[in-house]
């Protein structure tokens, strides 16, 4: 809609980028809001995450489009350098970001033995709100634009020709804006969660669980093949369901955990009046 917002001396400052940015630092914030003063490495394990969302995030695309490069090879190999890099490695993932921030996480808390289900729920929540605020970014640039609609429906948007690759002059589902409505609500519930269980991995859970069934059911609305879809699903579909299992798995073994505990002290209080 609005690719670039302003210049600062002759360089545009692209929307997407800044929104990118703004959200980084709104979920830092609310990391340390929720964490508190006392934990030093907040700030550390954040920025890891950061590098390899960041690596993560530029990663996927080309790691699904091995098998299409191999199939076609004869379409890819009369593509210029220049072309085949575009083609390729022209686009961010926000699952390839979760991915390589979750992976980063892991391995820093891991190596300076962190304990890793309390950080993974104190980052919960604020990953959907810095995602909503980039979904926005998605908007005003003109990416991960929806299905073509009619123009009398409600969420129809029309983007201008400067958009990023969003068709201009068709009335389109804003699927951005609405992504981005869902995952300021999962944020607020995540919140409220966090602050009655925090660091029992019920938090993170929920995360998976609520985003995996948000992505899936939105990827149908979406119109831009070239995130790519195999078979009946597109990629991020694939994903979502096997985030959603495993969340659904943990999330199982969390509960039934804590019924043990609670069996385990209903028995040693029972013991302990008897005699």
Known sequence: MYPILFEVFGRPVGTYGLL?????FAAWGLIKLLAGKGDKDVTL??????????????????ITK?????????QFSQLTVREFINTVFGQIVFYGGFIGGLVAMILYCRGFKIPLIPTADLFAPALPLAHGIGRIGCFFGGCCYGKQVDASHPFAVIFPQSSLGAPSGVPL????????????????????VYKKTAGTGLTVC??????SILRFTLEFFRGDLVRGVYGPFSTSQYISIALFIVSVVFIC???NKRKKQQTSQKNEDFDTSES
Not at 45 to 62: H, T
Not at 173 to 188: H, M, N, R, V, Y
């Open 206 to 211: 929920l995360y998976g669980i609520l985003y």
């Open 253 to 255: 073994m969390i509960i």
């Open 45 to 62: 394990i954040y920025l890891m995450c950061i590098c390899g969302a960041m690596i993560g995030a530029v990663s996927l695309r080309p």
């Open 173 to 192: 589902l804003a699927t951005q804006l609405i992504e981005a409505a869902c995952l300021f609500i999962i944020a607020a519930i995540l919140i409220i």
């Open 66 to 74: 091995i098998p299409e490069i191999i199939i076609n090879w004869e």
């Open 20 to 24: 990118l940015v703004v959200g980084a």
